[in-house]
């Protein structure tokens, strides 16, 4: 599965590469689209990024217009974050980049393969998510 998912995310990097970004690039954009607007601090947090790499990332999002920084009137140290139009389309053309990566990745499965495979890691995903994936053995 790791072999896999570390040779997915290649394919997905280096679409990513040929429009000049990165995974944590598209990683901002999809949840500033998914969650909407965010303070800076929270999204570092919800995308498990440190907070000084956070305000790199959205630098350069700012500076290639696809997203909207404004500080917070009411606390002047908070900086809420929000995708702009054009980042707005521009991840809809990297969700279908996504999605060619996706297909090339499970060409040799049929259909029904995939709602299995889909159906066995939602699963996985779910268990993890509940937080029972988390614990550990006892020594």
Not at 18 to 39: I, K, N, Y
Not at 61 to 68: I, R
Request: glycine share 6%; aromatic share 2%; hydrophobic share 45%.
């Amino acid at each position: 599965m790791s072999r896999t998912g570390k040779a997915a995310r290649s394919r997905l990097a280096e679409r990513l590469a040929d429009r000049g970004l990165r995974l944590r690039h598209m990683a901002v954009l999809a949840a500033l689209v998914d969650f909407g607007p965010h303070v800076q601090r929270e999204l570092a947090a919800r995308l498990t990024i440190d907070r000084s790499d956070i305000v790199k990332i959205i630098d350069e999002l700012a500076a290639a217009g696809l997203v909207d920084r404004a500080r917070d009137l009411t606390d002047r140290r908070r900086v809420s974050v929000t995708v702009s139009p054009a980042g707005r389309a521009l991840f809809d053309r990297l969700q279908a980049d996504a999605a060619a990566v996706q297909e090339d990745v499970l060409a040799p499965l049929n259909a029904r393969e995939r709602a299995r495979l889909t159906a066995l890691l939602t699963r996985v995903h779910g268990h993890l998510q509940d937080g029972a994936g988390t614990r550990r053995p006892s020594r």
